[in-house]
């Protein structure tokens, strides 16, 4: 099992769609966690934090369920330069400063 | 604004060959990292350094060494490139931590696509 496993898509949405990803990860003991977002052909790049309360961010929010494993990204209202893929991130445990990403989930954003 | 950068972004070697890729960022950071990424496998951490002439194994260490001679240098040494070498191998640091203890954010430089014929 993978320790931490995403849909890898690819979702089609319309402009103007409400998208949602999920991520689980294996480890109970990670702390930290985040999205980052990948373009075709770049560098990841932080998206948000994602922290035990929620967050949001304008049109992103994402949700972290501790006792299920189990972390959300929400997009509302997409514009086409969502498109990208999107990749969930945690700590292997503690805060040790190793990050495992998921492979990815790749959203395209249709006019 | 952080810069990460990277010698190549793309590369081109045959098998046998040692090859450095060098990776340099300008924000004082103490942590940096290897990464490569491949279809389907997303980013996988070959090492990091959390200081100067310190280094770490990630989890895909082997016919990998690393080299960190300043803050702001971290070199990745393939000592005889193999062919299952072949990938995009990302450079990273990382920023001072978060409020509430969080990570702080990881800077991705653009990446090096590494071809071993």
């Known amino acids: 099992r993978k320790e931490v496993e995403q849909d890898p898509g690819p979702f089609n949405v319309p402009e103007g769609a409400t998208v949602a990803f999920n991520c689980t990860y294996s480890n109970s003991a990670s702390q930290s966690f985040f999205w980052y977002r990948q373009d075709c052909r770049k560098e990841p790049k932080l998206l948000m934090s994602v922290y035990s309360s929620g967050n949001e961010d304008g049109r992103f929010t994402a949700q972290l369920n501790r006792a299920s494993q189990y972390i959300s990204l929400l997009i509302r209202d997409s514009k086409l330069s969502d498109s990208a893929t999107y990749l969930c991130v945690v700590t292997r445990s503690g805060n040790t400063g190793k990050l495992i990403f998921g492979q990815g989930t790749t959203l395209q954003v249709k006019p | 604004d952080v810069k990460v950068t990277q010698s190549s972004r793309y590369l081109v070697k045959r098998t046998g060959e040692k090859v450095f890729l060098e990776c340099v960022q300008d924000?004082?950071?103490?942590?940096m990292f290897w990464y490569r990424q491949d279809p389907g496998l997303g980013l996988r951490l070959i090492y990091f350094?959390?200081?100067?002439?310190?280094?770490e194994k990630g989890d895909i260490p082997e016919g990998y060494s690393v080299s960190r001679e300043k803050k702001e240098r971290f070199s990745l040494i393939l000592e005889s490139a193999s062919t299952n070498q072949t990938s995009m191998y990302l450079c990273?640091?990382?920023?001072?931590?978060?409020?509430?203890?969080?990570?702080?954010?990881?800077?991705f430089g653009p990446g090096t696509r590494l071809t071993v014929t």
């Open positions: 990273a640091s990382r920023g001072p931590g978060l409020a509430g203890g969080s990570l702080g954010e990881q800077y």
């Open positions: 924000m004082d950071h103490e942590n």
């Open positions: 350094s959390y200081d100067v002439k310190m280094k």
